[in-house]
């Protein structure tokens, strides 16, 4: 009897943990198959809709330099072709990109239409000079995604441009106006400041070609004797036009007994950067004459700003003084004797934006004279002694936007 209860018994019991089993294993299997569903529903939700742009069936790459121009009211760029249609993917609309030139750099037909994948010109000034498609800035800050290619046409930069048949000579005026160019700002995809005239304004300058953009600016392209230079724009203050003439020969007319020294200001004292705003790379110069009693009959200062400045002496006393503008020619002159022996300013004022001071020394004094250039950002001085002896100072703020002066050579 108890035999039979107890095979009873196991039999409930083994009953009971096969069904708890087969529970188990049924839960687990709906788990399963519920994880499935969860997975396979996920996927779909996160797989994006189907692009309008359509299937891109082939890619080409694009010249940069041939330019575009929004071409209609339905121009939209897009980030990318998967965006394409989307309102999230729209980067820019025709009204904020209406004044933009834009260069393509790839070509997409697709099973819609065709696509350019677009940027728009940019002109760096004095950045980026040696690698500027390298860097990050440059193609994030001009990225215009993709446009439809009809909501763009074609544009030309340049109106026209020619080759002279003989060279033209040019000195430098105003060596900080303008700069020098890699090509005129915005007639390529990418353009910058490739030369500086700081170090150029006793050189003999060549054109050998001369262009017009499309807002109808001239620029000349600049050769020396022995390389080529870039693009600047066509200004009579900042190119002087003819052969360069020595200026203490042009201004002191030195005479047959008289006797001329040029002192410059060394590379080292102008340092080593350049300055946005001002030719603090330029050397100043000092032209002197004097008798053979060592007295100081007539001086030439040149400064920062490439301005001449004549002095005529008398006695170790200043008895006129005559500014010029860039260009050389005479601007204004100074006779005051309350002037001439306290200081005067050399300013024309809202035309440029470098003035000079002259302050003159007491005749006990072992200086003469100083002059002294204010730019925008940085000045420089002159000091003249009795003795013949000249000190040159620039000086540019640490805080001062500037670049290495090698970029620009």
Known sequence: MFKERFVVLLCIFIGIVEVGCTAQSSQRAKASSSSKIKTSLSKASSTSKPSLAGKILSTEKMNPDIAYKVANKKTVFYYNLKDYGSKDGIISDNVTARGSIFGATKKYVTTTGTYFRVFSYAANGFENAKSPEGSADYISDNDFGVVKADGLKQFSTVKSEWTYSQKQPYYVGNPYAHRIWSAPANTKHYTYVSHVFDRLVSTQLYATKELVTYKGNHYVYLETAKRSLGWVYKSSKTLVAGYYRDPGKQFLNPKGHEKMVMKKQSKKSTGTRVDVNDSTALSQRVYQIRN??????????????????????????????????????????????????????????????????????KQKSKKMVRVRTYGTDSQATIWIYRSGKVRFNTHMPKDVASYPLSDFK
């Open 292 to 361: 053979k009693k060592r007295h100081t009959l007539r001086i030439l200062t040149i400064g920062m700003d490439n301005r001449p400045i004549v002095f005529n002496f008398k006695n170790g006393k200043a008895v006129r003084a005559q500014t010029y503008e860039y260009w050389r020619k005479p601007w204004k002159k100074i006779t005051s004797k309350k002037k001439l022996r306290t200081h005067f300013t050399v300013s024309h004022d809202f035309d440029e934006q470098s003035w000079s001071t002259v302050h003159f020394y």
